[in-house]
């Protein structure tokens, strides 16, 4: 079958070799990972380079191991978070396709124009992704200069004019080497940090399309209680709780909590950590790549928790919908159905990310409190 849904999204992840070929979802084949994990090699330069850096830094007492560990904390999590989007690939095609599946319900009634919404947020937050990569390179190319000044000044021994501080066992100063680095980790970037975010947005979108079930739910509540023929409302309502059942039980709401969990559990891991190395950064000196990471990351998981906020309170919207109709109007039979949807509609759908935590509002607090418990110790012990 084919999607309807994330056609922009997937699109780029299919590039990215984080998403199979169209038609091929449910059945992506070995090649489709055998490409991912090649794609993941060519892209570990980074994550290599600034672990060597690291190491050479501590090794000669460097104080100047923060950006460093923002990188290698920043990698770590994409390549966990695109890691396991592949891994679960298969389950979470199936509820895109789910999704775009509405011979039984029908096709909600503001469908088309959320999903022209969504489409266009889409190309809007790439864009976004883009300048900031784009943005990150240019940077560093530009304070080559200062950055060699500084080796003199301070006696370090930096490669200046890479996109990450890096160390590598032989002299790199030699015309092509430095040139042929530099672009291998402008790529590294463009599809580690832009896979990771288009994924954070797949995830995202996917829920606003569970809204819209939701809502397009609530409609049909109402409809059905104002129904004055008993046999077609008794009919109506029993698709009703038919499609209640769909969206949090049997197949969408379920799964996506089962499957979404594993790779949201990133942000949860990470985030505090890389937020709080980044703040402190940040107080120390001015830093374009520490700001760009926090603002890439931050998006992608603002998006992610404000939808699953909004998932929360609109799952327990359906039993405020149903309660506030004239359903006590109607026979014995009808008014207990009813309650039934009210009384399961007070079990909102979480998406969990990881075993403590689910995304709402309050986790984004949460995540920042940690981040500033992990800036203050830094700034404690760094004196």
């Known amino acids: 079958m084919t999607l309807v849904i994330l056609s922009e999204t997937l699109s780029y992840l299919?590039?990215?070799?984080?998403?199979?070929?169209?038609?091929?979802?449910?059945?992506?084949g070995k090649w489709f990972y055998i490409r991912f994990m090649l794609m993941l090699t060519s892209q570990s330069i980074i994550l290599f380079g600034s672990s060597a850096h690291l190491v050479v830094s501590i090794q000669n007492n460097s104080n100047n191991i923060y950006e460093d560990l923002i990188i290698l904390i920043g990698e770590i999590g994409v390549f966990y978070f695109n890691a396991l989007y592949v891994r679960y690939e298969k389950p979470i095609a199936k509820i895109f396709t789910h999704l775009s599946d509405f011979e039984k319900f029908g096709t909600p009634p503001n469908f088309d124009q959320r999903n022209k919404k969504l489409t266009f947020l889409s190309r809007i937050?790439?864009?976004?992704?883009?300048?900031?990569?784009?943005?990150?390179?240019?940077?560093?190319?530009?304070?080559?200069?200062?950055?060699?000044?500084?080796?003199?000044?301070?006696?370090?021994?930096?490669?200046?004019g890479l996109v990450v501080t890096t160390w590598v066992p032989f002299d790199i100063e030699v015309f092509p080497l430095k040139h042929i680095l530099y672009l291998w980790q402008c790529y590294t970037m463009l599809f580690t940090m832009k896979g990771a975010a288009l994924v954070s947005f797949s995830l995202m979108e996917s829920m606003e399309h569970l809204l819209v079930r939701i809502q397009h739910l609530k409609g049909l509540l109402l409809e059905t209680v104002d129904t004055e023929d008993e046999k077609l409302r008794n009919e109506t309502l029993a698709k009703c709780v038919e499609y209640h059942i769909d969206i949090f039980?049997?197949?969408?709401?379920?799964?996506?909590?089962?499957?979404?969990?594993?790779?949201?559990?990133?942000?949860?891991?990470?985030?505090?950590?890389?937020?709080?190395?980044?703040?402190?950064?940040?107080?120390?000196?001015?830093?374009?790549?520490?700001?760009?990471?926090?603002?890439?990351?931050?998006l992608a998981f603002v998006i992610v928790s404000v939808?699953?906020?909004?998932?929360?309170?609109?799952?327990?919207?359906?039993?405020?919908?149903?309660?506030?109709s004239n359903w006590?109007?109607?026979?014995?039979?009808?008014?207990?159905?009813?309650?039934?949807?009210?009384?399961?509609?007070?079990?909102?759908?979480?998406?969990?990310?990881?075993?403590?935590?689910?995304?709402?509002?309050?986790?984004?607090?949460?995540?920042?409190?940690?981040?500033y418990t992990y800036m203050t110790m830094l700034n404690a012990t760094s004196k």
Not at 138 to 145: G, H, S
Not at 314 to 320: H, T
Not at 333 to 348: A, D
């Open 249 to 298: 039980e049997y197949w969408i709401g379920e799964e996506m909590d089962k499957n979404f969990d594993r790779c949201l559990f990133a942000h949860v891991l990470l985030s505090g950590a890389l937020f709080g190395c980044v703040g402190y950064t940040v107080l120390e000196s001015f830093s374009l790549l520490s700001y760009s990471l926090f603002l890439g990351w931050v």
């Open 125 to 160: 937050y790439k864009t976004f992704i883009d300048v900031i990569i784009f943005n990150l390179c240019l940077e560093r190319l530009f304070r080559a200069k200062s950055c060699e000044r500084e080796n003199l000044r301070r006696k370090f021994k930096e490669i200046c």
């Open 14 to 28: 299919r590039f990215s070799c984080i998403w199979p070929k169209e038609g091929h979802e449910l059945n992506p």
């Open 307 to 324: 939808s699953g906020q909004r998932l929360m309170d609109e799952g327990l919207s359906v039993g405020d919908t149903a309660y506030d």
């Open 328 to 371: 006590y109007d109607r026979n014995a039979s009808f008014q207990r159905n009813i309650v039934l949807i009210i009384t399961r509609s007070q079990k909102p759908i979480l998406i969990h990310a990881g075993p403590f935590s689910h995304l709402a509002h309050v986790l984004v607090l949460a995540i920042f409190k940690t981040a």
